[in-house]
Each structure stands twice: as C-alpha cells, then as structure tokens.
C-alpha cells in the first residue's frame, strides 16, 4: 500500500509539474498584451511598461518560466495581473462552489445514472430501455450552454419555480464558513431554510452539468449490465432460486460495476472542465468562471492556476477511482 | 435498501424541485428601506480610482468618491461638487479650485484641499488608470494647497481640456490611505477591495465576480435629489449571458439590466412593467484602413469602400437604436459639427473611386476584423461582403479575440486592412476623440488606422492648448473635415445606449459622456406604491 501511495504521489507531482510547464507555454505564445489590457485603452506606453515590470512581463520568456516554475515548487501560483491578488488566494476563494456543484452533479450521475442503466438492462428492449436510451443520447449530445439557457427560460422563467442564477439570493447571507460548501455549512450550522435556498440554486446548474455523465453512466452501466446478466454465475444463481431482485443487486451490479467506476472518474475530471461553459450561463462564483474572465483577459496565471487545479483533482478522482477498483475486484489488490 | 436510498434521493431531488420555489420578489428590501439590483456582465476586480477605470469599475467609484465636478445630464455639461468654484488663469495654465467646505469623508474627515492635492498626487505617481489625462501636463509639485479650502494646479503648458477631465478624478481620504500604506504603495493593495471615499455610498458586501453591494450615506453632505425616497443602496450584480439577464429581469430578480442584445430589447420592449431606456451615446463604431501598407494605403479604394457600404444596414442592424456618424466626433461632442459630404451609399461614385485606385477591377480579397463574439460587428461584416462583391472585392470576415485585435493593431506591419472598432471618448471635449487621429496614438487600438497627416495633427496641438473657445471651435471644425476627406476609417454609425428597467425604478439620468452600461446611481430610487 505504502509503495502504491508512494507510486500515486511521484505520478500527481510529475502531472502537475508537466501540465504547469505546457500550460505556461500555451498561454504565453497567444498573442495579446496582457499589460496593455489591464493598463487601459488611453494608457501611456510607460504606463504600460509600468504595469510590466511590476510583472515581471518584461523579462524574456524563458526567465519568466524558469521564475514561475520555481515559485511553484514553493507553492506560489503568482499573481493575477487583472486583480493583482495571488493566484492562489483567489483559488481557494471560488474553488469551493465549484467543487460543490460538481459533488452535487456527481451525486445527480451516479444515483440516477446506475438505476436507470440496471433497470433499462433488466428490461432490455422495452418501452422504458427505448426511452433511457433516447434520454442518454440527448445527454451526450446536447451542448451545456444551450440546455442550460432551456432550463432556465423553462424553469426559472416560464414557470417561475428555480431561480435564474447564481448561488444565493442577494440579499441571504452565506452561512458562518466551516466547509465553504454552503450546503454543507447551512446543514451544519442549522440554517435549514437557507439549506433549502441554496440547495434551490444549485438544481439547475447540477442538472446540466451531471446530465452528460449521467448519460454515460448510464450507457455503460446498462451495457455492462446486460453482459453480466447473460453470464455463467448470474444463469448459476438463478438456478440456484435467488430472487431476481437479490441477483441483480448483489451480484449483477457489483461486477457491472467496473467499468462505470473508470466512467466516473474520467467523468469528474469532465466536470470540472465543464464547470467553464456552466458557471458562465448560471453566473456560478467558482473556478470555471475565475478560468473564463481571466483568460478573456490574458490574465495567465490564474488559467495556469485553475488548470493545475484541475489536473490535481482529475488525479485524486483517478486514484480514488483505482482504490475502489482494487475494492471491488480482489484479483487486482496485488496487480 | 441501496435501492431505496436511491429511489428516496431521487424523489427528493425531484421534491426539491416543486416545492423550494420562491416568490419573484419585485426589489429587495432590507430593515433600512429598498435595495435597487442592478445587473450588468462586468465584474469590478480592482475598484481604486486611479488604478483602474472602465463603466462597471467607474459606476461604483462615482458612487462611493466625489471629484471636484461632476459630468450631469445631456448634453452633459460640468457641474461644480467638491468644488464649488474655480477660475483660471488668462495664459491657461493656472487652475484654482475653491471647494465647498461641509463636505466630509464617511469617516467624518473634512475634504480639504490637502486631500485633493494628496489624491491628485496619488493618482499621477501611481501611473495608472486615469494617469495619462494628465501627466503630460501637470507634475505633482504643480499642485499646491493655497488655503484648507482652496488648492491650485500649475500645468506644465497651456491645456484646453483640463477642466474636462476632472469629474474622473476622485478624491480619497489620505489619512485612510496612508494607515493603509504597504511598503509605499499608495494604499493601492488595500484600495483594490476597500474604499475611502466622500461620496453618496459606502462600500457593502464585496464578492469578487458574484456582487457589490453599496449602501446608502444616509447624512450625504450633498444631501439626496429624491429625498426621503433614497434606497437604502444599490446591489451590482453579475450576470454574464444576456438571455440570463433578460430572465432576472423579468421574473423580477433584478431592477435594470445594461447587456441585453439588441433583439432582447426590442422583444422585452412590450412586457408590462418593463421600461426601455433608449439614448443617443457617445461611443462610435468605424471600420478602420490600416492606411500605410497593403492596398487600403490607396485612397481611392478607402473612398470606394467608403461609397460601397449601405449605412441604412447598419441602423437597421441595431433595430434602428442607433444613428449614422455625420462627423469624426459625436454629436454629443462640444465643437461637432456634420460634415458635408460625408459619404453615404452611391455605387456609382464608389466605381468611379475605384476606378482611380491601383484597383480598377477589383479582384482583391480584404480582411474585416471584429471582435469575436459581438453579433452585431459581424453582421456589419456580411453587409461589407455583400456591398464590396459589386466593386469585385472580396471580403474576409474574421473574428478575432480582443486582446490579439489590440496587439495585432498596435503595429503597422500587423495590423489588419480593415477593422471594425468602437471607441468611447472620456470626455465631451472634441480634443478627447480629435487626438485619437494625431500620430502620438498610434499603437492604440483606436488608432489601428495609423492615419498620419502632419496638418490636421498640427492643428490639433493648436487647438488642446487655446484657451480661446471660438479659435478651437474653428480649428475642430477644421479637422473634422479634412479627416473625413483623407478617410482613414469608414465612419459607421453612433450606437444608442440602451437599458432595460422595471417601471417601479424611478430617477434614472441619462449623460452621453458616461460610459457604456454606466449608471448614475445617486438619483436613484424605487416607487414602492
């Protein structure tokens, strides 16, 4: 275990460092002078020549990396040259609506994600696998934007019950802070109807931000269903008089299970891409929109940051993912 | 059991969905009266006055500083605020502000003439945001304090414009600052989020990116224009995508909006409760000519391009929200006049011009830069295709991100033969667009024509430094026409300013030289009957 953990942080270490140095790279041969942006359409060329050695912009490229690169191993992300604050302050201060709404998005996949594909393997080829199968397709295909402004013109518009955007009411405040996650801390601080409040915000996001995972949770979960189904120890235990209920739950889904566990973790890392397209159409306060403004804006550090942050947690979900794996499936513990 | 737990999460989703739905609620009301949101897709990330200035970004330093005038009404004119009077000199280079003496900080300290000197100061060491107005033409040892009340700018020469510029000085409280002071900074760390100002709100909740909330000053030393009626503050809230904006509004989450498209508006138009705000602005869109290099150098083919384009398209465009360019300058601009001839569609002298060019036949192919993502610049780009096939010029509609459009501009050598850009002037005075065609912009976005002739840039020196008014009325009137003549740009149309509110929101004053979504928000108020 202890090699294994060992094995896992050499790789996360190496990922981040590789996907900080090709990040820096792309995002300093766009073109666009992040300096004269911040500085203004009238500013003076000194002005601007001001605001870049305050930045260390005028440096050439490969010092500008060899110092970003350094700082990073010492933790520091640099600062953003839009809102001159450091990169990683401004992190922790929308990362956590993002990682709520992808926890919640992510609840949303699974819990109704692997019903749906079991049950639509059970009745395969019925009205209701028909119907899944048309639900998970659209899933796959819709673009996020666009069913995002459906469901808010239909629900938040139309009939009034969700509201538009955003995370909170303007005028609620957010709970005394233990987990940043308002869900978490509205429950724990005993705000049931501020709970209710956020939980109501948070629908409309989740929803279109989960229903492409979903969907893939779905179809692969109900493929795998299907195989098991049809296998030696499933015909077994039938003869042997086990409830059909029995046989699909316990023994059909645990082995279905596999491959829709690969499907979440890649799928999370998805998410947290997605959150850019998302956060944007419902003004969600996290890192997706942070990523957007900033990248509008040349601002390079805080794209590096949020990318970086991304990547970490695509690994920590693959890891996870991995342990669950060897969780399941005995064979693979000592692989 | 693991079903049921799914079964019960998924009903309880499904649940949340009916039953958590709260009443539209109208305006939002707090113990201490009515609360006005306003939504607009702009975030604020540093709010310091002489660091950082765009219409989202100034819409709250109006609200929370005061400067010594203030830019009132349409056409705008200079009214006095900190400054009660002021005079200057008969050679033009001394300014002496008198300033009214109740006003104070939401401190409590007085606004002295030490606190306009230190902000002045301030403002032109830092050598940012609204720095270069001025900095050509007064040093910080240019401005002294005569008495408590009194303070008085010595400019380096002679500068029409000064006075002009002023409203976009703010003045902060120095004590403030300096307790604020990291490492000589000028407090400008701690100004990014805070604020220490004199003006009618003070600083609420602050969440980067989510919203900005103000409150009102309740003993304002100005005192309040709606009275009693004043809300108890104004939340900014940020709302990105225009179809979200438009639903906020109207289900009644927000009060006004600045960024609908064009279409929204006039389909919200018709909504009851909903008023639409519908003004002549100050922000032009041209098509600049990279007028040094490449087959745009040649003035016959600007003029021919100039003749091709069908100007009514362009209103059309904007739903009719928007009226055809009859000079350089806007009409809100002192000393515009229209300038006769200015050209409008006519096929016939377009071929003519371009028969005269190094182009006869056409047969050419054209870049038109927009800005990616704005519609309506793209739409202008279809109507130059369409009109430019019939001279045999092909065009090339290219979208392009804003950042690479400004680097891209700021070179002869890159930038593109056409491109379309708008430009909003800061001030109503003509020498805050005149100067834009002076060879000293170029490398600004709005100079991408790199237009050179050495006697209208001859007179726009004349012109920014008389202090004889009716000398540069006939200087500008001058310039407008010769630039009109060389065509360096396509001169388009002047876009309305538009907002969208709910009929309740009462107070609203329009001024052309503020920017684009920029609200005044001191005269704000709600109609709760």
Known sequence: MLSFTLRKLATLVGTMLGIAALTFLITNVAPGDPARLVAGPNATEDMVETIRVANGLDKPLPEQFIIYMSGLLRGDLGTSIVTTRPVIDELLRYAPATIELVLVAMALGIFVGVPLGMLSAVYRNSWFDHLTRIFSISGVALPAFWFGILLQLFFAVQMGWLPVSGRLPLVARPPEPITHLLLVDALLRGQFSLFWTALSHIILPAVVLSFPCLAS?????????????????????????????????????????????????????????????????????????????????????????????????????????DLAYAWIDPRLRNA | MKKNLVLAAMAAALLSGTLMTSPASAFERTDNGEIIVFAGRQAIPVLDPHVRYDWSTRMIQQAVYDALVKYEGDPAEIKPWLAESWETSEDGKTWTFKLVENAKFHNGDPVNAEAVRYSFERGLKLNKGVAWMLKDFLAPEGITVVDDYTVQFELKAPYAPFLSFMPWWFIVNPEQVKANEVDGDYGEKWLTENAAGSGPFKLGRWEPNVLYEIEAVADYWKGWPQGENRPAGVIYRIIREPSAQRASLQRGEVDIVEGLTSDDYVQIANTP??????????????????????????????????????????????????????????????????????PRQDMAKAKEYLAKSQYPDGGITLPYVHVAGLEEARRIGLVLLENLKELNINVEITPEQWPNMVANGSRVETSPAMTSVYVTPISTDPDAVAYQYHKNSWGQYYAMAFYDNPEVAGMIDKARASTDWDERADLYAKIQTQIVADQPEVFGMLQNRRWAHRDYLEGFKFSPVRFTGEVDLYPLWIDAE
């Open chain 2, 273 to 342: 409760g909903i008023e639409i705000q519908n003004h002549k602005g100050m922000t032009t869109f041209g098509i600049k000519f990279n007028t040094q290099q490449g087959p745009t150098a040649d003035i016959n083919l600007r003029k021919a391009i100039a003749y091709a384009l069908d100007y009514d398209a362009l209103i059309q465009i904007y739903n009719g929200a928007a009226s055809l360019q009859t000079s350089p300058l806007p009409d809100a601009m002192r000393g515009h006049i229209d300038v006769p001839d200015i």
């Open chain 1, 217 to 321: 949770i779905l179809r692969v979960n109900r493929a795998e269903m299907v195989e098991v189904l049809q296998s030696d120890h499933v015909v077994a235990a039938r003869a042997h008089g086990l409830s059909s209920r029995r046989i699909v739950a316990l023994y059909a889904l645990k082995n279905a299970m596999l491959p829709t566990l690969a499907m979440i973790g890649l799928r999370f890392g998805w998410m947290l891409g997605s959150t850019v397209l998302v956060e944007t159409v419902f003004d969600w306060p996290g890192i997706g929109l942070y990523a957007v403004s900033s990248a509008l804006s040349s601002d390079f550090k805080p794209v590096i940051g949020v990318t970086l942050l991304i990547g970490f947690f695509f690994i920590i979900a693959n890891t996870i993912v």
